[in-house]
């Protein structure tokens, strides 16, 4: 009996001490996939493969990513390729119009860690080590199937040790380093041609406590380009996160830069967003790929076919701006939590509640000992 009073009083105490205003960033994701709009932005979405390939847009995405793969390899498209089924260098599966492109969910998956205010350029890596990535994205459009020209694509990523640039996170990667505000790796912004394509270089992501490997997009519609090389006003039309093969990340992570982050692997099954995109969605929100050479260490070029719902506009919280003198934090948000009266108010009675049934339960220990 006492046994049970200790165990109980252990979980009483742990109700206590949670932190009541803490972001679910998984709950939020699924109640905003559970939307009628998302639904019907999918089935609108669905249709659209047989259209893309009756408009030679799937051929031309084919030969688009074959000649990225001449220009970085220049070996014929029958060389090795890694152990996955997304993986081959055959001109069909260079296409994308086999499984139904990704849908990216409205506002849900932003996350703490964008930066407004990025620079326009394909090549983000500022020198960071790591395994090379080619992103080929193209977007398009759920009501009309058509490819989308002029959408200025954002994407940021972690490094290969799970740390992002440009933010100042207090208790997760940075503590209180100012000068990580002021770093761009890994982040930027390309705007779409006339097939709805735009490529970014950048380093394959590593990995951080409790999220599986991903990329972050975003979709500028509108926007304009200031004399500094970014984009201003227009609206966000859809942000999303992209994922990888298992497979492929395993490879990854053995290599030595990767193998440096002593910090333990969240695979996808174990990831909540990607199985709720996976689950509920009907698409699959991982990215095709194969390798540019025969290493692993010659680089990846990844692909995908992206649909966007251009009349949605949504509000992008960012974590910080960079501007023309730097980087500058946003302590809003996805920052550090500061509850308000009503959170102070029901922690303090959620305490004096599990007070006075720890008190209670005391007393009936002691009497039945």
């Known amino acids: 009996m006492l046994s049970l009073c200790l165990l109980l009083l252990l979980h009483l105490s742990g109700f206590g001490t949670a932190h009541p205003g803490s972001h679910d960033e998984t709950a939020y ?9 998302v639904h019907e932005a999918r089935q609108k979405l669905a249709r659209c493969s047989d259209h893309i390939k009756r408009k030679g847009l799937d051929a031309r995405a084919a030969t688009r990513r074959a000649a990225i793969l001449d220009s970085y390899r220049g070996i014929s498209h029958s060389g090795a390729g890694p152990k996955s089924s997304r993986s081959s260098t055959s001109q069909a599966v260079l296409s994308s119009s086999e499984n139904p492109p ?42 009309t199937c058509e490819p989308v020209e002029d959408v200025f694509w954002e994407i940021w990523n972690c490094n290969a040790t799970g740390t992002y640039s440009g933010v100042q996170d207090f208790g997760h990667h940075h503590g209180d380093d100012d000068s990580n505000l002021d770093k761009t790796y890994l982040r930027g912004v390309q705007r779409t041609d006339k097939d709805g394509a735009a490529q970014f270089t950048t380093v394959f992501p590593g990995h951080y406590p409790g999220r599986a490997t991903h990329i972050h997009v975003l979709a500028h519609v509108g926007a304009t380009i200031l004399p500094n090389n970014t984009v201003t006003g ?38 909540g967003i990607f199985n709720d995109v996976n689950s509920a969605s009907g698409y699959d929100p991982i990215l095709s790929y194969t390798r540019l050479g025969h290493s692993l260490d010659d680089g990846i ?69």
Not at 29 to 37: A, G, I, M, P
Not at 110 to 134: C, K, M, Q
Not at 306 to 318: K, N, P, T
Request: proline share 4%; charged share 15%; hydrophobic share 45%.
């Open 29 to 37: 994701f699924r109640s905003l996939v559970s939307s009628r709009s």
């Open 234 to 271: 227009g609206h966000v039309a859809h942000i999303g996160q992209l994922f990888f093969d298992q497979d492929l990340i395993a490879a990854v992570e053995s290599t030595p830069h990767y193998k440096a982050n002593n910090v333990r692997i969240t695979p996808n099954i174990n990831d």
């Open 102 to 143: 990704c849908l990216l969910t409205p506002e849900a998956t932003i996350g703490p860690f964008w930066v407004d205010g990025e620079l326009i350029r394909s090549n983000v890596t500022d020198g960071e080590p790591g395994i090379p990535l080619i992103l080929d994205g193209e977007f398009i459009d759920i009501h």
């Open 301 to 369: 070029l990844a692909w995908t076919t992206m649909g966007i719902d251009l009349s949605a506009s949504y509000e992008a919280e960012s974590a910080a701006s960079l501007t023309d003198h730097g980087g500058v934090a946003h302590f809003h948000g996805w920052s550090a939590h500061v509850p308000g009266a009503r959170e102070i108010i029901v922690l303090v009675v959620g305490l004096g509640l599990v007070f006075w049934l720890a008190r209670s339960f005391r007393q009936f220990c002691a009497r039945s000992a």
